[in-house]
């Protein structure tokens, strides 16, 4: 048990749909990340959230809309997503953004764009 | 940016050692991390070592810091089938407090 938890495990969703990521993490916390990783691709930091602030967006499309409604939530809203948006969307958390702090991570959304 | 480099794939046989290597540019790294990931599931942190220490051993794991050559190793004793998945090199940067991952690589354990 990582102390990170994502829901759902799988999604399969068409262009036109909207739907949402969650994650959840219970280690007290206050920095959470979104990452994505493609098949043979480095992780790809996405959005990092520290004291329910978003601190930073790696030109991520506005297709993709994070939410962080407190230190132990977030979420990842989406909408009209392209078939290469497919992928494991990986969430973690560390006890402060900028400190050094491990990160740890959630089992991931496995996301297929249709 | 910084870069972490990982070769893709690796093949032992149970029993034998495994060696996972990873070279990385920051020259202001303060932790360098590896984590494995399984099949179908998140990443799982397996070992850290500071960037000031040359070498850490924890059971079966061996990690190895050469910090002139920005070169990490992660040494796996006795490889079991269980060890199979990819490990993934990271590096934390001191200046910009960011971590940055390695592509992974794929261990795969011959029975």
């Known amino acids: 048990e990582t102390g990170v938890t994502q829901t759902p495990r799988h999604l399969v969703m068409g262009m036109t749909n909207k739907k949402s990521l969650k994650c959840e993490q219970h280690l007290g916390h206050n920095a959470m990340y979104w990452y994505k990783q493609s098949a043979k691709k480095p992780l790809e930091l996405m959005f990092v959230?520290?004291?329910?602030?978003?601190?930073e967006n790696n030109s991520v499309p506005s297709r993709f809309s994070p939410e962080c409604p407190n230190s132990s939530h977030l979420f990842l809203h989406l909408h009209t997503l392209q078939p290469e948006d497919s992928a494991l969307y990986l969430c973690?958390?560390?006890?402060?953004?900028?400190?050094?702090?491990?990160?740890?991570f959630g089992p991931g959304t496995r996301l297929t764009v249709l | 940016g910084e870069d972490v480099e990982q070769s893709l794939f690796l093949s032992v046989r149970e029993g034998d050692s495994s060696v996972i290597n990873c070279t990385y540019t920051?020259?202001?790294?303060?932790?360098l991390y590896w984590y494995k990931q399984e099949p179908g599931a998140g990443l799982q942190l397996l070992t850290y070592?500071?960037?000031?220490?040359d070498m850490k051993q924890d059971q079966r794991l061996t990690v190895l810091l050469n910090k002139k050559d920005k070169h990490l190793s992660l040494r796996i004793a006795d490889t079991q089938t269980g060890d199979s998945a990819i490990y993934f090199c990271a590096d934390h940067s001191g200046g910009y407090q960011k971590v940055t991952f390695g592509t992974g690589t794929k261990l795969q354990v011959i029975p």
């Open positions: 973690a958390s560390s006890p402060e953004r900028g400190r050094g702090d491990t990160q740890y």
């Open positions: 070592i500071f960037s000031n220490m």
């Open positions: 959230y520290n004291f329910k602030e978003q601190t």
């Open positions: 920051d020259s202001s790294s303060t932790y």
